[in-house]
């Protein structure tokens, strides 16, 4: 990940920026997607987002419509508390997925530790 924001390196040997840009309290999916574009032309590879924001689509169609690489971008999302479980967990992920318009996420979060956590979490080691 070739940046000027310095990155850290993960346990798994990953990189992710130490710096990010997240769209909690941008739900307008236009004004959203203006954000993320500018976001990225100034430097930004991280981007944040989660279901509960209710931007996802809007952050997968800034990624598409800028033109950035893929491989350059840190994407991370987040399952929210009615999906913590197993089952729902791995279908949340598929939404969030779709919305996004990506083949592989860099970060996947449980937004909040309530509910089935072992059950979601046994879910996500599986995607």
């Avoid at 100034?42 to 996802?56: I, Q």
């Avoid at 399952?79 to 990506?102: H, N, T």
Wanted: with cysteine.
């Amino acid at each position: 990940m070739s940046n000027t924001i310095p990155a850290v390196t993960l346990n798994n040997g990953v990189e992710m920026p130490i710096l990010g840009f997240g769209v909690f309290q941008v739900p307008d999916p236009a004004e959203c997607e203006r954000s993320v574009r500018d976001a990225i032309d100034v430097g930004y590879r991280l981007l944040d987002t989660a279901a509960s924001y209710g931007n996802e689509a809007a952050v997968g169609a800034a990624i598409k419509s800028h033109g950035i690489d893929r491989s350059e971008l840190f994407v991370t999302t987040k399952l929210w508390i009615q999906d913590v479980s197993y089952e729902r967990a791995k279908a949340a992920f598929e939404q969030s997925m779709d919305k996004l318009q990506l083949d592989y996420l860099d970060l996947y979060l449980i937004h909040q530790p309530y509910g089935d956590v072992y059950g979601a979490w046994r879910a996500m080691e599986e995607l």
